[in-house]
């Protein structure tokens, strides 16, 4: 492969071979091949994470680019147990950008980072030239305090137990439909949402939290994949009792998409000790924001390093890492 | 005005009202209102800071995007006094770039890294369609350590001494050159440089610092006048004392460029106590990359949020804060 591909974007196989090979090879040190949503520097105590924001449209059901950028970021700390303090933002606007547009989204932030107890303390402003940007990128780089230590890809071991917070690929599924304009007056919108104050009450009741990750590009598909790698160990997932909402199973067989493999911006996944299982599952669906969590599986020797979908009949397939070009711009 | 200029993006007038009137308006902090080069966290034993590069053309004389990005953050923490430890990178490549070009800015930006003792400890990998960007884009988002305490642009006061660390202008002219094909056979190239081991030496000799700041966007026009409005003073500086190069020269005498307005990224203006600058100067005339350091002006009560340029024959005029379109995609 000479030249880059969508498929390099894709969060799945070709993305982290592109990672492994150049980014990770020239840029090694210890804290980045953690691979970790975060990276945990200052002795433990802090997480450290970025991640641009291209999505199209910029506004979408359920949120914006704004929302999503602060979501995107405060997610990624919060999953290694980090409360979101300190982000910046950067944006690159297209000249010809109407203002009003870049304030709603600016207040969309606003919001979004009250939510989080989160300020932007340092910004970037850069203005192109027409057609050099589709209109409006933003970064958003976090600091978080970790507040529950040890939660990694790396820290699953057998019997753990594997909840999804709630149904799956609504972000993939809208923002398709939003982007090609298919006007399904379906209720479907994106999952967008920041997910710290479900955090912090998982951490408040002491839960025995392996590991946690939002399921964003690759989607399920892709976490439970690099977690199975990471750890060496064999993921068994019960197919029927993942929650897809009706309209995300119409979008999947109407385009021929894989729900585990849409992405996600406000459903996760948690890694648990067996025994804590029960109260994490119960403590989760007392709260809005997950109030369709389920037990979808657990950790087993069964197939080291592989994922395996399981179904009432009692047949399985292997669920792979997602590969090809998916959904570009989808956050 | 309804929609985005490129004199938003200009480093000067416009972009800082746009700052101002947008994002500090609705993202309002303490930490934020300092308007510094990079906010200090951590109860002051922080800098962070970021910066996303658009650079056009990606390889040029004295450096290349990569090499650009890591300075271009570096320097903003170094001019905070702080030491460079921990950056983010997150890329965004348009479909079809090619691989190898994107190895080469990867290598640029590790032998820079090395320079500031710095790691890259998480990153982002963002591929867009043709036509959503231009090539590429890195942000890059930096944690330092700051050895130095209280460099502010809030903090000069009568009689310090402006010190600027090297010719001007000359990375705006160079990128003008490069992207406009104009082939003058000409020895100018970007000064882009990482400025830590230069500042290291400054806070090693224990020079009383009252401010730093590299002239990126805007150059040494826009600096001064930040310093003059935040600090309430009048800089004077003698025009004469400034090195200006003779390409810079010619390039503006050309095109009608204000040199004191183009980009620099990796020269900077210095304001030490009076009684510290003839030691501060001879260090920095004794390092390779400040060796055409000079004492160019001094802190006054003249015209309080002015800078005021001197010539040689007794007249004077203000140098204004830059405004207008300057050059897009410098940084």
């Known amino acids: 492969m000479k030249s880059i591909t969508l498929a390099h974007g894709n969060g799945g196989e070709e993305n982290g071979r592109l990672i492994e090979e150049l980014f990770y090879r020239h840029f090694q040190n210890k804290i980045l091949h953690q691979a970790e949503d975060a990276a945990v520097i200052g002795k433990g105590a802090l997480a450290f994470t970025t991640d641009s924001f291209t999505v199209t449209p910029l506004f979408f059901k359920g949120g ?3 929302k999503l950028s602060i979501c995107g970021t405060c997610n990624d700390l919060a999953m290694m147990g980090a409360k979101p303090k300190y982000l910046t ?3 690159i ?3 010809g950008f109407e203002i ?3 304030e709603k989204i600016v207040l969309s932030m606003k919001y979004e980072l009250e939510k989080n107890g989160a300020i932007i303390v340092s910004g970037d402003t850069k203005v192109v030239p027409k057609g050099s940007v589709d209109k409006l990128f933003i970064n958003t780089t976090g600091i978080g305090e970790i507040r529950y230590k040890g939660i990694s890809a790396n820290a699953l071991s057998l019997d753990d137990v594997i909840i999804v917070s709630g149904s799956i690929g609504r972000h993939g599924a809208s923002i398709f439909l939003e982007r090609e304009g298919m006007e399904f007056s379906t209720a479907l919108e ?3 949402r920041s997910l710290w104050p479900v955090v912090e009450k998982l951490i408040e009741a002491d839960i025995d939290i392996k590991a946690m990750r939002d399921a964003t590009r690759g989607g399920v598909a892709a976490v439970l994949n690099e977690w199975a790698r990471q750890s060496d160990i064999c993921i068994e997932v019960e ?3 993942v929650p897809i909402s009706r309209e995300v199973k119409g979008v999947c067989e109407l385009l021929g998409f894989e729900a585990f493999s849409l992405a996600n911006e406000g459903t996760f996944i948690l890694a648990v000790s067996a025994q804590d299982a029960p109260k994490a599952l119960e403590l989760l669906r007392s709260i809005e924001a997950s109030s369709m969590a389920e037990i979808i599986g657990e950790v087993t ?5 592989k994922v395996l979908l399981k ?3 009692g047949t399985s397939r292997f669920l792979e890492l997602p590969s090809g070009e998916l959904l570009p711009r989808i956050c």
Chains 1, 2 share one sequence.
């Open 64 to 66: 914006d680019i704004g």
């Open 100 to 102: 009003s547009a870049l």
């Open 89 to 91: 933002c950067a944006v």
């Open 301 to 305: 020797t069964g197939y080291p390093q």
């Open 93 to 95: 606007i297209e000249e």
């Open 190 to 192: 994106s999952d967008c």
């Open 239 to 241: 197919e029927e009792k």
């Open 311 to 313: 179904t009432p009949y």
